[in-house]
C-alpha cells in the first residue's frame, strides 16, 4: 500500500522568506510520480510542481523547489519569497507508473504574513 | 488546455431528495475520472475512479448505492448522491486524466453540497 505523510498542519511565514514543507511517503514500487498541489481559499486545486522518480535532479518551478531524496522517502517542497499568495494549504501526493490514482497527504495550511 | 468544468459549484437540497453533480473535461478526451470528498480542513478522499463505457470502481467504504457514478462519454461523469442525508454535506471534486501516459489530473473546482 502506498501512503503520504505531512507532519507539519500549519505553518506561517513572512513575506520575502523561505519556507519548507515537509512531505514523506512509504511504497514498495520503483516507478512513480510525486506531486504538490496548492489550495487556496477558493478550493481550486493547482499543480505547483511535479517530479519523476527516475530523475534524479530535483523539480523547480520559478520560486518553488523540491528536495527529493528517493531513499530516504522524502519530498519537500521549498518556496522562496514568499508572497502573500502563496497562502492556500498544500497537499503532497504521489501517484504510480501508468496508474494515475492519487495518494493525498493530510495537509499543510501556510500563512504568509505581511 | 486541461480545463475541467462541475455543475453545479454549490447545492442546497432538502434531505431524503437526490442530486446529481456533472463534471466535465472541457479542451480534451478524459479517459479516466476520479472523484473526492473533502470534509473542512481535511484531504481529499478518494470516492471512486470511473472510465468512459464501464462501471465505476469504489474505494473501501463508499457505498455505491449511495453514490452512483456515471461516466456516460469520453467528456462527461456524474456523480448523483440519492436520498441525501445532512451527514452527506462536504466539497466533493471531479478530477480526469488524458491518457495513462500523461501521469497528471486535472481538477475541478468543486461542488459544494448542503443537505438540510
Known amino acids: 500500500a502506498q501512503t503520504v505523510t505531512q507532519s507539519q498542519p500549519e505553518m506561517s511565514v513572512q513575506e520575502a522568506e523561505t519556507v519548507t514543507l515537509s512531505c514523506t511517503y512509504d511504497t514498495s514500487e520503483n516507478n512513480y510520480y510525486l506531486f504538490w498541489y496548492k489550495q487556496p481559499p477558493s478550493r481550486q486545486m493547482i499543480l505547483v510542481i511535479r517530479q519523476e522518480a527516475y530523475k534524479q535532479q530535483n523539480a523547480t518551478e520559478n520560486r518553488f523547489s523540491v528536495n527529493f531524496q528517493k531513499a530516504a522517502k522524502s519530498f519537500s517542497l521549498k518556496i522562496s519569497d514568499s508572497q502573500l499568495g502563496d497562502t492556500a494549504m498544500y497537499f503532497c501526493?504521489?501517484?504510480?507508473?501508468?496508474?494515475?490514482?492519487?495518494?493525498f497527504g493530510s495537509g499543510t495550511k501556510l500563512n504568509v504574513k505581511p | 488546455g486541461a480545463v475541467v468544468s462541475q455543475h453545479p459549484s454549490w447545492v442546497i437540497c432538502k434531505s431524503g431528495t437526490s442530486v446529481k453533480i456533472e463534471c466535465r473535461s472541457l479542451?480534451?478526451?478524459?479517459?479516466?475520472m476520479f472523484w473526492y470528498r473533502q470534509f473542512p480542513k481535511q484531504s481529499l478522499m478518494l470516492m471512486a475512479t470511473?472510465?468512459?463505457?464501464?462501471?465505476?470502481?469504489?474505494e473501501q467504504g463508499v457505498e455505491k448505492d449511495k453514490f452512483l457514478i456515471n461516466h456516460a462519454s469520453l467528456t462527461l461523469s456524474t456523480l448523483t448522491v440519492t436520498s441525501a442525508h445532512p451527514e452527506d454535506s462536504s466539497f466533493y471534486i471531479c478530477s480526469a486524466t488524458r491518457d495513462l501516459t500523461y501521469n497528471e489530473q486535472f481538477f475541478g473546482p468543486g461542488t459544494r453540497l448542503t443537505v438540510l
Open positions: 470511473s472510465n468512459e463505457g464501464s462501471k465505476a470502481t469504489y
Open positions: 479542451d480534451f478526451q478524459a479517459t479516466t
Open positions: 501526493a504521489f501517484m504510480l507508473y501508468n496508474f494515475n490514482k492519487f495518494y
